[in-house]
């Protein structure tokens, strides 16, 4: 059992950066899988990012490719999402979800999910 809260979200312009968080608690964190997921309003949550229990694997979605870094650190049980030259199609509720075991990088595959954060990029 994970409990999972994100934070970091804000209001930026197009262009540039923000740092999500997500603190777990209430199991093993370095267990899991994280992805963070993204919804729009009137859209599917789609998938942004992944990593694998110890970090040594990353996986993103075409559209985070070269703008967005994923990263943990097991220790302080929190993963983190570096988002940079942020698009104001990147605007969305943005959800950490955690999976054991990994099966596939689906809203539907998720064990443990957060309430998320709001990321909304201006033009």
């Known amino acids: 059992q994970v409990q999972l809260a994100e934070s970091g979200g804000g209001l930026v312009q197009t262009g540039g950066s923000l740092r999500l968080s997500c603190a777990a608690s209430?199991?093993?964190?370095?267990?899991?899988?994280l992805g963070w997921f993204r919804q729009a309003p009137g859209k599917e949550r789609e998938f942004v990012s992944g990593?694998?229990?110890?970090?040594?694997?990353?996986f993103y979605a075409d559209s985070a490719k070269g703008r967005f870094t994923i990263s943990r650190d097991n220790a302080k049980n929190t993963v983190y999402l570096q988002m940079n030259s942020l698009k104001p199609e990147d605007t969305a509720v943005y959800y950490c979800?955690?999976?054991?075991?990994?099966?596939?990088?689906?809203?539907?595959?998720?064990?443990?999910w957060g309430k998320g954060t709001q990321v909304t990029v201006s033009s």
């Open positions: 979800a955690a999976v054991r075991p990994w099966l596939r990088w689906s809203p539907t595959a998720m064990d443990y």
């Open positions: 209430g199991s093993t964190f370095s267990s899991y899988a």
């Open positions: 990593i694998t229990r110890t970090g040594g694997s990353t």
